[in-house]
């Protein structure tokens, strides 16, 4: 039986990931996942591993309960204050879906500028999980997916989940990309229900080392390689998902199909 190998949250889009061992799943999305985002000093687009790859290479700690975040440069240098300091409201585009959120006072922005070499704005989100690229706030892969990619391309390192930057990674499943044959059914995560919504299309960034944020493989072209491209326009890799019921969900946790 499937179960809950690994879970990712980006408390920052385009840093970092933070693999808690336990995420609390709300109605309207996860908690702390994405609530902040960087937009362009200049012309206020959005800013992410595409346009800064070398940003994932920052680890960001994030305590919505005191508004808390940290951010821990390479070199080990640590950026730290009250990110509830909020500034100017602003709307971003996000592949033409507009999110609102308030600029953040303090030493984030040029921090990050500094190290992504050009000029940036933190942006707290208003909304629970609004940063993420699509209104679906739950992402699942398995780790059959990912080593089927990697014994198709001869390329191990595609085996690494993390360039996907899924929420939730599951071992234990009997094929390679089982989660795209439970499109539009339930499946039970810890004390979570999630329905799988459809897949999820995949961009540059899963090309790139997500240790350094440099490109390293064309990781689009062996998926359509062995996969073929069945939307047009679209490379699929995983799955979005939608929260039925709310709840806890922990690393271990057992997963199965209830609808």
Not at 99 to 104: A, D, E, I, N
Not at 186 to 193: D, I, M, S, T
Request: include cysteine; proline fraction near 6%.
């Amino acid at each position: 039986m499937p179960s809950v190998a690994r879970l990712s949250v980006s408390p920052v889009k385009g840093l970092g990931l933070v693999h808690p061992e336990a995420l609390e799943l709300h109605a309207n999305g996860i908690p702390g996942d994405r609530a902040f985002y960087l937009a362009d000093a200049a012309d206020g687009r959005m800013v992410n591993g595409k346009l800064a790859g070398t940003l994932v290479q920052v680890a960001p700690a994030y305590d919505a309960a005191t508004g808390r975040l940290s951010l821990t440069l390479p070199g080990g240098a640590v950026v730290e204050d009250d990110a509830s300091a909020l500034g100017a409201p602003v709307e971003t585009s996000f592949y033409g879906r507009p999110v609102t959120g308030r600029f953040v006072e303090g030493p984030f922005s040029a921090a990050l500028s500094e190290l992504a070499g050009r000029a940036l704005r933190l942006v707290r989100t208003d909304a629970t999980s609004a940063a993420c690229d699509c209104l679906h706030p739950v992402s699942v892969l398995s780790t059959a997916s990912c080593a089927e990619l990697a014994r198709q391309s001869g390329d191990p390192r595609l085996a690494d989940d993390r360039r996907f930057r899924m929420h939730v990674l599951l071992d234990g499943c009997a094929l390679a990309h089982e989660e795209d044959t439970w499109a539009g059914r339930e499946l039970r995560v810890g004390e979570a229900v999630i329905r799988l919504v459809g897949p999820l299309p995949r961009c540059l960034i899963t090309g790139q080392d997500p240790d350094t944020g440099e490109g390293d493989h064309g990781a689009l072209k062996a998926i359509v390689a062995y996969r073929g491209q069945p939307r047009e326009g679209a490379i699929d890799f995983g799955m979005y998902a939608d929260i039925v019921t709310p709840g806890r969900v922990c690393v271990g946790d057992r997963v199965e199909l209830v609808g």
